[in-house]
Antibody, heavy 119, light 110 residues
Framework: QVQLQESGPGLVKPSETLSLTCTVS????????WSWIRQPPGKGLEWIGYIHYSGSTNYNPSLKSRVTISLDTSKNQFSLELSSVTAADTAMYYC?????????????WGQGTLVTVSS | QSVLTQPPSASGTPGQRVTISCSGS????????VYWYQQLPGTAPKLLIYRNNQRPSGVPDRFSGSKSGTSASLAISGLRSEDEVDYYCAAWDDSLSGVVFGGGTKLTVL
């Protein structure tokens, strides 16, 4: 059974960089796209972007200038960096797996990690 | 403001059939598959419907999806109290070159 687990600081200061890692267990990173999705408290879902196991990336245009998603196949991990954060970036951040061939299907999700942006 | 439009709330009584709509445009729903996710409080979303009307293994056949033009619907028949959670639609958007979600619909079982 594939499992995803997010990790990283729960509190980030304004203007700093948010960094999260997702560890994939029970399956290989190969052959899939690996995604980040966030959800501000009490609000809806927002797709941040994804990385293919080959290393190619695709980001939400509204976040593209601040987002970097990277992959470490040796550790079965992928990471998110979001720079110049503000209070508007406070959200539950989920990592998820996207199978090849379907653009908006996320079949396995992490439990999520809450990141608060505050001084 | 979400790219895909869902009603913020919907309701029904136990045993009833309810539908939740998702409206988009030719760049997303009109030209791509629609997906539905169910989110229980405090948990990650779960895939409910993929490719407009396909159910993943383990999803009851009380849940069904359909698409027509630039709109899609999620239907839940035989409504149960445990269906009282949030539902989100999603699709790929060709113009944005990204995934777009609806704002979510909170279903209440009266």
């Amino acid at each position: 059974q594939v499992q995803l687990q997010e990790s990283g600081p729960g509190l980030v200061k304004p203007s700093e960089t948010l960094s999260l890692t997702c560890t994939v267990s029970g399956g290989s990173i190969s052959g899939y796209f690996w995604s980040w999705i966030r959800q501000p408290p009490g609000k809806g879902l927002e797709w941040i972007g994804y990385i293919h196991y080959s290393g190619s990336t695709n980001y939400n245009p509204s976040l593209k200038s601040r987002v970097t998603i990277s992959l470490d196949t040796s550790k079965n991990q992928f990471s998110l960096e979001l720079s110049s954060v503000t209070a508007a970036d406070t959200a539950m951040y989920y990592c998820a797996r996207r199978p090849a061939g379907d653009f908006a299907i996320f079949d396995y999700w992490g439990q999520g990690t809450l990141v608060t942006v505050s001084s | 403001q979400s790219v895909l439009t869902q009603p913020p709330s919907a309701s029904g009584t136990p045993g009833q059939r309810v539908t939740i709509s998702c409206s988009g445009s030719s760049s997303n729903i009109g030209n791509n598959y629609v997906y539905w996710y169910q989110q229980l409080p405090g948990t990650a979303p779960k895939l409910l419907i993929y490719r407009n009307n396909q159910r993943p293994s383990g999803v009851p056949d009380r849940f069904s999806g359909s698409k027509s033009g630039t709109s899609a619907s999620l239907a839940i028949s035989g409504l149960r109290s445990e269906d009282e959670v949030d539902y989100y639609c999603a699709a790929w958007d060709d113009s944005l070159s990204g995934v777009v979600f609806g704002g979510g619909t909170k279903l209440t079982v009266l």
